[in-house]
């Protein structure tokens, strides 16, 4: 297991003429914004999903240079393998991706869903397959996922008044990695009772004991995407929840 410390630089996006100062509010909100980075604390088990390749792009990856800001590994049958990072991408190999290495990666993994996604239990990361028309996996994308313990700061205030909150964002811009967040402050910090809806199983892993990521709050699992409106039901009429979290509300 992987813990660190990630502090980014805060931009300063006020235009001032020369010698005036920033106002106290602005400087108010830096503040904050550099506090809220310092203390945030980033798990990403990275070396679980690592285990999961083949022996000759593991070993690529675990000598690579930007190892740890790793978004996620793509093997499409035939094609080199490629690594992609926050803002770019790179062919690992030049060799092309055997069905012998997805199958290796696929005896890994829990079983695929309906969605065709998979996991590695006691894990945030997600492994989902593309398939032929014969339905046999012929490509992989192995998504790193990390537990941000201190990324919700800036909307900690809206949390907190118990309204409904709907996060919309293209993906990878960090929407399951806030709502997993908030569902531990929630359960460990304002003792609410909080029951998950876990779609896909992203929010609190893989297998049947949901990662510690989470805190106190409780995961329903869902069999398929189309039954997530029945769990939802379900956990109202049967676990009394104060907060209910859900994640690919979109899918039905």
Do not use: W
């Amino acid at each position: 297991m992987t813990v660190r410390a990630q502090s980014s630089e805060v931009s300063d996006n006020l235009q001032l003429d020369c010698g005036t100062l920033p106002t106290k509010e602005h400087q108010d909100t830096v503040d904050k914004t550099q506090r809220i980075s310092n203390c945030q604390q980033i798990t990403d088990d990275l070396p679980k999903l690592l285990d999961i390749l083949p022996a000759e792009i593991r070993s690529l990856l675990e000598q690579h240079a930007e190892r740890d800001s790793l978004i996620e590994v793509i093997m499409d049958l035939g094609r080199f393998p490629e690594v992609r990072f926050r803002d770019r991408a790179e062919y690992l190999s030049d060799q092309p991706v055997t069905i012998e290495q997805i199958n290796h990666c696929v005896e890994r993994v829990g079983s695929f869903s309906g969605d065709n996604r998979a996991g590695i239990e006691g894990t945030l990361h997600r492994i989902s397959a593309i398939r032929n028309r014969p339905g046999e996996i012929i490509g992989l994308t192995c998504r790193v996922g990390r537990a941000v313990f201190g990324t919700i700061g800036m909307i900690r205030d809206l949390v907190e008044t118990g309204k409904s909150i709907l996060m919309l964002g293209r993906p990878g811009v960090g929407k399951t990695t806030a709502l997993r967040e908030i569902a531990r402050v929630l359960a460990d910090e304002l003792d609410k009772r909080v029951v998950i809806i876990d779609t896909s199983n992203e929010i609190a892993g893989d297998g049947d004991i949901p990662h510690p990521a989470i805190g106190r709050a409780r995961r329903m699992q869902v069999a398929s995407p189309e039954h997530q409106h029945q769990v939802m039901i379900e956990a109202v009429e049967n676990h009394m929840p104060e907060v209910i979290v859900i994640d690919e509300i979109g899918t039905e």
